[in-house]
């Protein structure tokens, strides 16, 4: 995503992911960041 990506391209280079696990990606780095919402 930061490289310009979508969910669904990510998905696509790397099929052992779902859209579950960069979704949880996405929420853990938003708790780590102490930042209420990540605009993806």
Same mark, same amino acid.
């Given at each position: 995503?930061?490289?310009?990506?979508?969910?669904?391209?990510?998905?696509?280079?790397?099929?052992? !992911?779902?859209?579950?696990? $960069?979704? =949880?990606?996405?929420?853990?780095?938003?708790?780590? !960041?102490?930042?209420?919402? $990540?605009? =993806?």
């Amino acid at each position: 995503m930061a490289a310009g990506l979508t969910s669904d391209e990510i998905i696509e280079e790397l099929p052992d !992911l779902e859209k579950g696990d $960069i979704l =949880a990606a996405l929420k853990y780095a938003s708790q780590k !960041l102490n930042h209420p919402v $990540i605009a =993806a």
